[in-house]
């Protein structure tokens, strides 16, 4: 399969600053997303980067740059409804352009 | 909300019995696409379909097949369905290409004993 990391969990304070960092390899990559899954439900589209940069989205902004294969999810604010798994998921050209997923990252927020 | 719905919800079976999942969608998506979650493994692609009778294997196919004879449903089988099919699945839409957002329907809980 193709190599995705992320950090399995972290944890963080409410009203504070989260980064969570995903990289992959960069050959064939055509296109980075984030989802957002709490737990027992389904994941969720939160930003998706197929130009280096950083793309903000309220209290979420997604960065990425493609000659390193890293991106990076930002989160602002902090509140604990945003205790929830991160799935970082890369396209790559090799197979058919399908997407990967990572095996996500644990946040907790706590008080 | 994306309109998919997926059934059952949970389900419990025995090894070697078949099993049908079902997706529906009512949003007229062309791509759907069946993964399985699993602790330390992340989303891993079963099938997909890029609409009616046209369907293509993913990374984790073995033990599974699929049929899509209408826009609106995808069905994903598992002929003679084994421990290591214990599983959540997903179903899900896209409007375009693999670099199209997804929707994810609700999951389904399978339970093969």
């Known amino acids: 399969g193709q190599n995705i990391d992320q950090p399995t969990e972290m944890t963080a304070t409410e009203g504070a600053i989260v980064q969570i960092n995903c990289t992959y390899q960069t050959s064939g990559f055509n296109g980075l997303f984030w989802y957002q899954q709490h737990a027992g439900e389904a994941p969720t589209f939160l930003s998706y980067n197929v130009l280096d940069g950083l793309e903000e989205k309220g209290r979420f902004s997604s960065f990425l740059s493609r000659s390193k294969g890293y991106s990076y999810l930002l989160l602002k604010e902090l509140q604990m409804k945003d205790s929830a798994s991160y799935l970082c998921a890369v396209i790559l050209t090799g197979g058919g352009n399908k997407l990967t997923f990572g095996t996500g990252t644990q946040l907790k927020v706590e008080l | 909300d994306a309109g998919i719905t997926q059934s059952p919800r949970h389900k419990v079976t025995e090894t070697g019995t078949p099993v049908t999942l079902r997706c529906h969608q009512t949003?007229?998506?062309?791509?759907m696409y069946w993964y399985r979650q699993d602790p330390g493994h992340g989303l891993r692609l079963i099938h997909y379909s890029y609409g009616v009778k046209d369907t293509d294997k993913g990374e984790v196919s073995d033990g599974y097949s699929v049929s899509r004879s209408k826009t609106e449903d995808f069905l994903l089988t598992l002929e003679s369905a084994t421990s290591s099919q214990t599983s959540v699945y997903f179903c899900?839409?896209?409007?375009?290409?693999?670099?199209?957002?997804?929707?994810f329907g609700s999951g389904t809980q399978l339970s093969v004993l």
């Open positions: 899900a839409i896209s409007e375009g290409a693999p670099n199209e957002k997804l929707f």
């Open positions: 949003e007229n998506h062309r791509y």
